[in-house]
T-cell receptor, first 113, second 112 residues
Framework: GAGVSQTPSNKVTEKGKYVELRCDPI?????LYWYRQSLGQGPEFLIY????????DSGLPNDRFFAVRPEGSVSTLKIQRTERGDSAVYLC???????????FGPGTRLTVL | GESVGLHLPTLSVQEGDNSIINCAYS??????FIWYKQESGKGPQFIID?????DKRQGQRVTVLLNKTVKHLSLQIAATQPGDSAVYFC???????????FGAGTTVTVRA
């Protein structure tokens, strides 16, 4: 079946601009996660959704980052006033429930010039 | 702080040999561990997982061993193939169930 999909695959933006990154989880998965991966590092947790609500957003680096999942399926990660340090691969994962295996999407590579 | 880490950043292995990738963790509250494989330009791909009530679990050509006494996790790949070349990450859930903490990864290169 279809896995987790993310769009766009690549996003280049200028410092100070606003960006939105989209994630389509595996159908039926109630849990959805966003991670950020810098070059040469492992993914770092950003936020976890159970259904429509953000159950844990403790990994978001600051208030420029925000994520939504209004209908409990697709999620959008929003970054305001982008900075060069935001450049990374943003990964989305989903699982049946919070204790089940997390399956990752291909990621969105964000480059802030 | 507590974290997950790997012993070696790189591993070179001859095609057909067995590979062993090691991982040390320090969070004694972790009860779920996962190995992921990540190829260049792709997202992490699930390989195998193990819960703390087990010390060994086998999959297809892979085995994960968990030693809770010394907080050590390993991934064994049998008869390593060129397609196994990738970065391998171990991850733990800490005490949260859902929040995975990843190590920095081991890059495995398979020599023909």
């Amino acid at each position: 079946g279809a896995g987790v999909s993310q769009t766009p695959s690549n996003k280049v933006t200028e410092k100070g601009k606003y960006v939105e990154l989209r994630c389509d989880p595996i159908s039926g998965h109630t849990a959805l996660y966003w991670y950020r991966q810098s070059l040469g590092q492992g993914p770092e947790f950003l936020i976890y959704f159970q259904g429509t609500g953000a159950a844990d957003d403790s990994g978001l680096p600051n208030d420029r980052f925000f994520a939504v999942r209004p209908e409990g399926s697709v999620s959008t990660l929003k970054i305001q006033r982008t900075e060069r340090g935001d450049s990374a691969v943003y990964l989305c994962a989903s699982s049946l429930g919070p204790t089940d295996t997390q399956y990752f999407g291909p990621g969105t590579r964000l480059t802030v010039l | 702080g507590e974290s997950v880490g790997l012993h070696l950043p790189t591993l070179s292995v001859q095609e057909g040999d067995n590979s062993i990738i090691n991982c040390a963790y320090s969070n004694s509250a972790s009860d779920y561990f996962i190995w992921y494989k990540q190829e260049s330009g792709k997202g992490p791909q699930f390989i195998i997982d193990i819960r703390s009530n087990m010390d060994k679990r086998q999959g297809q050509r892979v085995t994960v061993l968990l030693n809770k006494t010394v907080k050590h996790l390993s991934l064994q790949i049998a008869a390593t193939q060129p397609g196994d070349s990738a970065v391998y990450f171990c991850a733990e859930n800490g005490a949260s169930d859902y929040k995975l903490s990843f190590g920095a990864g081991t890059t495995v290169t398979v020599r023909a």
